[in-house]
T-cell receptor, first 111, second 115 residues
Framework: GDSVTQMEGPVTLSEEAFLTINCTYT??????LFWYVQYPGEGLQLLLK?????DKGSNKGFEATYRKETTSFHLEKGSVQVSDSAVYFC??????????FGQGTELSVKP | GAVVSQHPSWVICKSGTSVKIECRSL??????MFWYRQFPKQSLMLMAT?????????EQGVEKDKFLINHASLTLSTLTVTSAHPEDSSFYIC???????????FGPGTRLTVL
């Protein structure tokens, strides 16, 4: 069945460091791909999405490119801030609008 | 972005009682809502898909008689945890699908603690 695998956390970075959170997926067809962010004590928020191969989703300095050949959707940001500390979830869109989530990656950014 | 609310945000109940959690889409109509369960420091586990005007579709291993779902209108879905037990303690999250935007919007979650 469809599945999503994320790099394990927690990831700890210093402010202004470069961030990469790896995400790979297994799916039949070409699903939409998403990154969601969950800040402490809050619900999930859509960060960015891509609906087809080679699409690049971007928002708030984060970006991810839908790579069909490597079945990946890695999240990147050039310079992280303390306020980016959160849990990041990669997800793919399944049938009927379902979302299949990866296990989440906790990011902690230190000043 | 679109807003989805959940009520209550937290609830503590005694073992054997039932608890109802509401999920509302505030500025769009959602023919489909989803209910997830999240354990501490773990991912979201889809419990069921709630379709307006029809029966919910439950994921494998989720007891439909224990987790009753009703999708009474295009903006409201409810999850009732019946005869709750301590092992049902968890963070329950709903999402509502905006078909026009083809995006799911998540509620802030409900923390259930069963004593």
């Amino acid at each position: 069945g469809d599945s999503v695998t994320q790099m394990e956390g927690p990831v700890t970075l210093s402010e202004e460091a470069f961030l990469t959170i790896n995400c790979t997926y297994t799916a039949t067809g070409y699903p939409s791909l998403f990154w969601y962010v969950q800040y402490p004590g809050e619900g999930l928020q859509l960060l960015l999405k891509a609906t087809k191969a080679d699409d690049k989703g971007s928002n708030k300095g984060f970006e991810a490119t839908y790579r069909k050949e490597t079945t990946s959707f890695h999240l990147e940001k050039g310079s992280v801030q303390v306020s980016d500390s959160a849990v990041y979830f990669c997800a793919l869109g399944g049938r009927g609008g379902k979302l299949i989530f990866g296990q989440g990656t906790e990011l902690s950014v230190k000043p | 972005g679109a807003v989805v609310s959940q009520h209550p945000s937290w609830v503590i109940c005694k073992s054997g009682t039932s608890v109802k959690i509401e999920c509302r889409s505030l500025d769009f109509q959602a023919t489909t809502m989803f209910w997830y369960r999240q354990f501490p420091k773990q991912s979201l586990m889809l419990m069921a898909t709630s379709n307006e005007g029809s029966k919910a579709t439950y994921e494998q291993g989720v007891e439909k008689d224990k987790f009753l779902i009703n999708h009474a209108s295009l903006t409201l879905s409810t999850l009732t945890v019946t005869s709750a037990h301590p092992e049902d303690s968890s963070f329950y999250i709903c999402s509502a699908r905006d078909g026009v935007a083809d995006t799911q919007y998540f509620g802030p979650g409900t923390r259930l603690t069963v004593l």
